[in-house]
């Protein structure tokens, strides 16, 4: 989980190291400060000159071993194998450092989410797989976000199914169980399953005929699954008044804090796009639920679940108002998955 007293923890002790180093004008050399100072885990934060080059250390591999990882390009930063004479002599460590100070915060975060990934590691192989994870983790997060933050789009669908999420947990679902329902953060066909029961998510902000985007024809096909069922929440935006998209990540990190669900929440939350160093972008827009309608999707419903040989990537508005017939109470989908 990257806490974000885990990223300022990080932050300040790179501070300490580079004040030590630039005390010491002229040298071609390393500080470096190992994070856990009362037990060895192969984690060393330091800063290289010349430059002052903040540096992310992890023991690998011993001398005269292979270190066969392919490091991927990122923007802003960069990975090599430095030898260093700690815990053992020419110990092979993975050195990720910064190379764009306009990065720092990126880097910061990247190196945190590290931090907890090599938590529970206590060798070289365990710190090897774990890094090799990370790298794909990454990789994936920066080739489908960026480093920009998300879309006001993106942010808006977020929101809506952060809204279900808390939803679930407000009706005694599980946590857990509500947390790992969660699979739109993924990029699933589907926001939410549940032992075979689905629930699609949409947002709009339209005016009369209000209308929610359908993007694929895989999203409203109940074939295979016990019961699809259409969430529409109808919102209003405004500058204040209603509930930030921050402010609802830290209700639910409130609701989860001490709980075993908070870890996958969290890493949800990444797949899904938000980083807390791009809270403040999204501090703008506050929404409010102005309307709240669950639909249960079946037979007659109107949607399109088989394309013609030749075509693809469909895209299609749904009129909200031709599901009237559709709805369905919330109680008995809690019951469905577990709520009371």
Sequence with gaps: MIHRDTFEILKQIWNEVEKNLRQQ??????????LDLEKETGIRLGCSSPGAIWEFLVEA????EELMIEFPKWKGMNFEVV????????????????????NRDIFVTVCADLVRALNDC???????NEIINFLARWSYFFERYGQQGLSPEKQQGLYGELWLLRRL???NVEYTVAVNSWKGCRRNYHDFETNGHVTEVKTTTTKEPRKVQINNERQLDDRGLISLHLLVLTLKKSDSGGETLPAMVESL??????MPASHSFENSLRDAGYLDIHSQCYDTISYSVIKEEFFHVGEGFPRITDMPLGLGDLHYALIVAACEKFKNEFSEYFKLIGGK
């Design 25 to 34: 004008p002229g040298l071609q050399q390393r500080i470096y400060r190992r």
């Design 122 to 128: 206590t060798t070289n192989e365990s710190r090897r």
């Design 83 to 102: 030898a260093l004479d700690i815990p053992r002599r020419d110990s092979k460590h993975i050195r990720l450092f910064l190379q764009q100070q306009e």
């Design 169 to 171: 947990i407000q009706e």
């Design 61 to 64: 591999a011993i001398a005269g």
């Design 253 to 258: 990190r409130n609701i989860l804090a001490q």
